[in-house]
């Protein structure tokens, strides 16, 4: 019953750290290549793993067995880690972060590229 717990709680940690990394690197040589200047540094790519490997551990270590387990078969040695519906949903969760992030980045993008109101700056 462990042996199950463990192997699924590492494929949910796969996944999620996957998803993250997959859009933390995207976004980083996307916005690097097209505005210059990596929207995100080092430091706030070293903080964005260190916080997703902290909650992903947690998660990891906090979920409990339970009787079901047993109701499955096991897994073979050559099972894969990484199953095809697990690929999917990695590829369409990076899909709709990236979506997200770059519909805020490119909307911020060109809010300051807009001339700005001259009125407006007297009054400031």
Not at 70 to 84: A, F, I, K, N
């Amino acid at each position: 019953m462990w042996g199950r717990n463990v192997y699924d709680s590492i494929s949910k940690f796969l996944q999620f750290q996957l998803t993250v990394n997959i859009v933390a690197v995207i976004v980083a040589f996307t916005g690097a290549c097209i505005t210059q200047d990596s929207p995100l540094k080092a430091v706030q790519m070293l903080w964005v793993n260190l916080i997703m490997d902290t909650f992903a551990s947690l998660a990891l270590a906090t979920e409990p067995p339970t009787e079901a387990l047993l109701l499955r078969r096991p897994y073979g040695r050559d099972h894969p880690l990484v199953s095809g519906t697990m690929l999917r949903n990695i590829l369409g969760h990076a899909a709709y972060q990236l979506l997200v992030i770059f519909t805020l980045l490119f909307a911020a993008l060109q809010r300051d590229q807009r001339p700005q109101n001259p009125r407006r700056e007297e009054r400031l």
